[in-house]
């Protein structure tokens, strides 16, 4: 996975992107084939990005309802919340 670096300046910083901004699956494989991470707030999000191939560990959730629908698809990690 290729990790976007934030100039050093903050080391434990990850980049996403907003799927809400344009929730297209092509859109996020492309996200997710350079390394980004995908922040999602409802099922309709978490669906694309699993099609688009991200890791559901490794999504950024919003709100606490799709925590159900991700473990509903197999999700075998923990998903991230912002902090």
Avoid: Y
């Avoid at 050093?8 to 996403?16: D, L, N």
């Avoid at 297209?24 to 309709?44: H, I, K, P, W, Y």
């Avoid at 890791?55 to 990690?77: K, T, V, W, Y």
Wanted: hydrophobic content about 35%; some cysteine; glycine content about 14%.
């Amino acid at each position: 996975m290729n990790e976007h670096r934030t100039g050093g300046q903050w080391p434990h910083s990850r980049v996403a992107f907003a799927s809400k901004a344009f929730p297209c699956t092509a859109v996020q494989r492309v996200m997710v084939q350079e390394g980004l991470g995908l922040d999602v707030a409802g099922g309709g999000e978490i669906m694309t990005a699993q099609s688009a191939g991200a890791d559901p560990a490794g999504l950024i959730l919003q709100r606490r309802e799709p925590l159900g629908i991700l473990r509903a698809h197999g999700s075998a990690g923990r998903p991230q919340r912002p902090r």
